[in-house]
């Protein structure tokens, strides 16, 4: 993520996490509450510490920080990461669902918007969108 892109997140209200060993980082993800739910946003480890148990470490961290609802938007083609959410008991909201979340919680282009699926960790009716 470039510096400024950075900043803008941080500016944004997302609090990044990270996970270190031997001082170098292995993983990151972030948060950001908007209204009320909490979004998991750019949530990313390197490769090859990919099924260490890094990011799942990190997720459930973070699940840990909140009692609200929380929503992750990634692309739909992507189906390891929406594997790895559902394996932390989130599940995809109703193909129509996802557009009107998308425009609530978060500022995407429209052509991502068409691209992309939403979770929930909460019963996905209970939404309000």
Known sequence: ???QEFRDELHAGVEFWGYEENGALRAVMGIQRVRDV???RHAYTRPEYQGH???GGLLEFLLGRTTKPILIGTWAGVVRAI???QRYGFDRVPNEAI???LQKYWDVP???AAASVVLANVDPSTLQY
Do not use: D, H, T
Request: no cysteine; aromatic share 12%; glycine share 16%.
């Open 1 to 3: 993520m470039p510096r």
């Open 38 to 40: 909490v979004l998991i």
């Open 53 to 55: 148990g890094i990011g």
């Open 83 to 85: 594997g790895f959410y």
């Open 99 to 101: 557009s009107p979340l």
């Open 110 to 112: 429209l052509a991502q």
